[in-house]
């Protein structure tokens, strides 16, 4: 690709208004994790279920915090009635039945917690672990790129009360605020895992906001299609992806954080950033919007002690995987302790128009076993002069994680924002 360097400015002239000195990764004059987070879920005591919930909830229903909720098998909320859920209110996942709850298409979930009184949803085991139970569903009717106005999730649920998409970008599927999800997950026999949270044809109305999802067995957040903003979203330590966008989905997540472990991988994938257009592309209507993500002010790290090690040892993947037809601008982000940071599908052509479609500027790209690369290629040249190019901001470090973030492994109280110093790190890379 001869001509990559010769029309980047082209392409990049007048474009950027590019600031080298804001901040990246998470953002916030206070570490925002206060207060609402877990991150050693398996030490508290929810105390004892006194409520059941099962079968379909029909009717406008709501849920009290002086209550404990055990979810027993797939609980449906349809019939476009609304479940509210009152800050502070624990609802149990049963183990042993499998237990998910689905919001149908046209139905609400109200589940606004607060900052010093969020809402939990848990495994009812006595020694919790990922994939206790099943997972949130939210169904919506906002447009995917399948043919057709309506798809069908596949968790061996009732097909009748799982169908999602339609046109109605400004659907409103409720509200999720201050939520916990933990140890979600649970595998379904021959259809893979649970995603402790599908977001499936969701519209631009619903509000998703300060959502934690902790050791979870399959996907954290899946996003099939919709249009959607998320803000202040944690995933720490899932087996399998943290953040997985497909089917035409547009989304924007702002202010966001992956936490990985060397130690918690899944055969089929365990990444922080999962972005495609499909899985087949039979099926998939091409005059459709395909899957576009807008990403502000992430944070992808592995939380590793010692990363080097880990990566010699054949533990660590990519932090970021792009597939073919698909658009991604990633902004003011870190990745750090990665190998590599980013892997591109062997299926996209390194050229300038492919290259407009997947963006990373002012990032910091920290401790990784290389940036960019193309899967199955180890040539990355074309891609490190594309992206190393000052234009676009991009800065580039060796520094172990306690120096890079201000109180990573603090047990209680983590801070995962970047050290104030570390965005003057080189352009050098």
Same mark, same amino acid.
């Given at each position: 690709?001869?001509?990559?360097?010769?029309?980047?400015?082209?392409?990049?002239?007048?474009?950027?208004?590019?600031?080298?000195?804001?901040?990246?990764? #998470?953002? =916030?004059?206070?570490?925002?994790?206060? @207060?609402?987070?877990?991150?050693?879920?398996?030490?508290?005591?929810?105390?004892?279920?006194?409520?059941?919930?099962?079968?379909?909830?029909?009717?406008?229903?709501?849920?009290?915090?002086?209550?404990?909720?055990?979810?027993?098998?797939?609980?449906?909320?349809?019939?476009?009635?609304?479940?509210?859920?009152?800050?502070?209110?624990?609802?149990?996942?049963?183990?042993?039945?499998?237990?998910?709850?689905?919001?149908?298409?046209?139905?609400?979930?109200?589940?606004?917690?607060? /900052?010093?009184?969020?809402? %939990?949803?848990?495994?009812?085991?006595? &020694?919790?672990?990922?994939?206790?139970?099943?997972?949130?569903?939210?169904?919506?009717?906002?447009?995917?790129?399948?043919?057709?106005?309506?798809?069908?999730?596949?968790?061996? !649920?009732? +097909?009748? !009360? +799982?169908?999602?998409?339609?046109?109605?970008?400004?659907?409103?599927?409720?509200?999720?605020?201050?939520?916990? #999800? $933990? *140890?979600?997950?649970?595998?379904?026999?021959?259809?893979?895992?649970?995603?402790?949270?599908?977001?499936?044809? %969701? =519209?631009?109305?619903?509000?998703? $906001?300060?959502?934690?999802?902790?050791?979870?067995?399959?996907?954290? *957040?899946?996003?099939? =299609?919709?249009?959607?903003?998320?803000?202040?979203?944690?995933?720490?330590?899932?087996?399998?992806?943290?953040?997985?966008?497909?089917?035409?989905?547009?989304?924007?997540?702002?202010?966001?954080?992956?936490?990985?472990?060397?130690?918690?991988?899944?055969? !089929?994938?365990?990444?922080?950033?999962?972005?495609?257009?499909?899985?087949?592309?039979?099926?998939?209507d091409f005059t459709k919007k395909q899957t576009s993500v807008i990403a502000t002010n992430l944070t992808l790290v592995n939380n590793s002690e010692n990363i080097n090690a880990d990566?010699?040892?054949?533990?660590?993947?990519?932090?970021?995987?792009?597939?073919?037809?698909?658009?991604?601008? !990633?902004?003011?982000?870190? #990745? &750090?302790?990665?190998?590599?940071?980013?892997?591109?599908?062997?299926?996209?052509?390194?050229?300038?128009?492919?290259?407009?479609?997947?963006?990373? /500027?002012?990032?910091?790209?920290?401790?990784?076993? =290389?940036?960019? *690369?193309?899967?199955?290629?180890?040539?990355?040249?074309?891609?490190? @002069?594309?992206?190393?190019?000052?234009?676009?901001?991009?800065?580039?470090?060796?520094?172990? @994680?306690?120096?890079?973030?201000?109180?990573?492994?603090?047990?209680?109280?983590?801070? *995962?924002?970047?050290?104030?110093?570390?965005?003057?790190?080189?352009?050098?890379?």
């Amino acid at each position: 690709m001869k001509t990559i360097t010769q029309i980047i400015w082209m392409l990049l002239f007048g474009v950027f208004g590019v600031n080298a000195q804001q901040e990246k990764g #998470i953002i =916030g004059s206070n570490n925002w994790l206060n @207060n609402w987070t877990e991150f050693k879920p398996n030490k508290v005591d929810y105390g004892e279920a006194n409520q059941i919930l099962a079968g379909n909830i029909t009717v406008n229903t709501k849920l009290y915090k002086k209550n404990v909720y055990i979810l027993q098998g797939s609980v449906f909320v349809t019939n476009n009635a609304t479940l509210t859920i009152e800050p502070g209110t624990v609802i149990i996942g049963d183990y042993e039945s499998s237990a998910s709850l689905v919001i149908t298409k046209g139905a609400t979930i109200i589940a606004e917690g607060l /900052e010093t009184d969020p809402i %939990v949803f848990t495994s009812n085991r006595s &020694s919790r672990k990922a994939g206790d139970w099943g997972g949130i569903v939210i169904l919506g009717d906002a447009p995917t790129n399948k043919f057709g106005n309506a798809s069908s999730v596949n968790f061996d !649920l009732d +097909t009748s !009360l +799982t169908s999602y998409g339609g046109s109605n970008v400004s659907s409103n599927s409720g509200v999720l605020k201050f939520v916990r #999800i $933990e *140890f979600a997950g649970k595998k379904i026999k021959g259809l893979g895992n649970f995603n402790a949270l599908l977001l499936a044809g %969701v =519209g631009n109305k619903t509000v998703l $906001e300060n959502i934690m999802i902790s050791y979870s067995a399959g996907d954290s *957040f899946e996003i099939f =299609g919709g249009e959607l903003t998320l803000n202040k979203m944690v995933s720490y330590k899932s087996s399998s992806d943290d953040y997985k966008f497909n089917f035409g989905t547009q989304c924007r997540i702002d202010n966001s954080l992956a936490i990985r472990s060397s130690y918690l991988t899944s055969s !089929l994938g365990s990444r922080c950033i999962d972005v495609a257009s499909y899985d087949k592309k039979e099926g998939i209507d091409f005059t459709k919007k395909q899957t576009s993500v807008i990403a502000t002010n992430l944070t992808l790290v592995n939380n590793s002690e010692n990363i080097n090690a880990d990566i010699q040892l054949g533990l660590v993947k990519e932090a970021v995987y792009v597939s073919e037809n698909t658009f991604l601008d !990633l902004k003011r982000t870190v #990745i &750090s302790g990665f190998n590599p940071a980013v892997l591109l599908d062997n299926k996209i052509e390194i050229n300038g128009e492919n290259l407009k479609k997947i963006k990373f /500027e002012e990032m910091y790209f920290n401790f990784c076993k =290389g940036n960019i *690369f193309t899967e199955y290629n180890s040539n990355n040249e074309d891609l490190e @002069n594309w992206y190393g190019n000052s234009a676009f901001s991009n800065v580039y470090s060796k520094s172990d @994680n306690k120096e890079t973030f201000i109180d990573l492994f603090n047990d209680k109280k983590p801070d *995962f924002r970047l050290r104030i110093a570390k965005i003057t790190a080189s352009n050098d890379h």
